[in-house]
């Protein structure tokens, strides 16, 4: 398997431009499902979830072309299957995402349950309760989600924990609903509004999107897209965090800094010093090393989950002590085992990781386990002395694109090395 070494001790400094979000580009895509019509999305990153996708897409009948810079067009007027199979979603989760689509377009969808991952037990029982509450007859049988409804009928459904994906399927699927549907307890991330814009330039009738309570009218039909999706935020964050670790100066370019909000008040927190433009964020820590900050994720507009690894990376080598709170996953700490052997301090205990900062970590070969745990390690090898090889980057390159090229434009000593 692929592997990044990186030699530490290198300040960054130097612009680097931000790729669209992943996780608006995934369910916008599965939107495609949605309508008869030609859809073009632009900004869409290069990355191995974005490949899984339109291999998903495409062996259910959905005609795909990749464009120049990042475009990518569907027409799923040839939808030929109701059918997403396990080896597909075994590969990637945020498969189940074409079960509120194909229900509202097909009247039948059959999903291989996602498994669990290595952060949690992610269940979908919510994605199934509320496709429920419109009308639709589910079972689960050997292993596949069996859903079927003439039509889905609008109704309120509450969810009683805050679920993204669970969010965006319920959206998906009320937009050719008969009548209305209210999603109460509704995720609120930039990423679930961007969703949400994009459906309504197919001709969706929602409001409320970006709230709790989003209200949704459901059509007859909807058109196609031409979209772009908006600038992700957890990669911003991570480029900005490395800044932070390695007392550089660095700017991220194409980014939206009011979805960030949570994230730079703790950037400022460690004693950066950030200047926002209207699509930049600029972070300079004159040399200083970071200040420990405490840390509890929570759901937007909260701290998000998916930067936490990056700041109990950034805890390790801060001046103080950390305390790191998970509230949204299970076993979202694996990372934590892997910066110990690189001579950080810090102890679990249940959901919280006590951290207290070293002046120095030592290069060592690491093993990632999970998409942010990954990038978390690669920030400690930009601070670590001495060499740090990280194992197993096919979970780096499930979320990041080009991440040692745009790590190496800002100075870093880093390299992808062949399977060894
Ligand atoms: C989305 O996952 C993101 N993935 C995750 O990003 C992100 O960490 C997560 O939201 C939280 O922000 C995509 O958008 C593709 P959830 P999702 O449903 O939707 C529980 C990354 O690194 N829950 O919001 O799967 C669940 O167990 C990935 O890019 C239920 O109990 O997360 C968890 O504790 C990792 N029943 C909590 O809700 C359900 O039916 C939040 O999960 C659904 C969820």
Known sequence: MARIQITGGRRLSG????????????????????????????????????????QLLGQMGVDISIGDRSQVSLDASGLDTDLAPYELVKTMRASILVLGPLLARNGSARVSLPGGCAIGARPVDLHLKGLAEMGADIRVEGGYIHARADRLKGARVVLDTVTVTGTENILMAATLAEGTTVIENAAQEPEV??????????????????????????????????????????????????????????????????????????LKQAGAEITCGEDSIELDMRGRRPRAVNITTAPYPGFPTDMQAQFTALNAIADGTGVVRETIFENR????????R??????????????????????????????????????????????????????????????EEKFGQLGAKIQRLPAG
């Not at 509004?193 to 969706?204: N, R």
């Not at 700490?333 to 892997?338: D, G, Q, R, S």
């Open 333 to 340: 700490f694996m990372h934590v085992l892997e910066l110990q």
């Open 342 to 403: 690189l001579g950080a301090d810090m102890r679990v205990e249940g959901n919280t990781v006590i951290i207290r900062g070293v002046e120095r970590l030592t290069g060592a070969p690491l093993m990632a386990t999970d998409l942010r745990a990954s990038a978390c390690l690669l920030l400690a090898g930009l601070v670590a002395e001495g060499d740090t090889m990280v194992d197993r980057v096919y979970h780096i390159d499930r979320g990041y694109e080009n991440i």
């Open 15 to 54: 612009t680097v431009e931000i790729s669209g979000a992943k996780n608006a580009v995934l369910p916008i895509l599965m939107a495609a499902l949605l309508t008869e019509q030609p859809c073009r999305l632009s900004g869409v990153p290069h990355l191995r979830d974005v490949t899984t996708t339109m």
């Open 193 to 266: 509004v961007d969703l949400a814009e994009c459906l309504i330039s197919m001709g969706a009738g929602i409001s409320g999107h970006g709230s709790n309570t989003i209200t949704v009218e459901g059509r007859e039909r909807l058109a196609g897209y031409d979209y772009q999706v908006l600038p992700d935020r957890i990669e911003a964050g991570t480029f900005l965090v490395a800044a932070a670790m390695t007392g550089g100066c660095v700017r991220v370019v194409n980014v939206r800094p009011d979805t960030m909000d949570a994230v730079l008040d703790k």
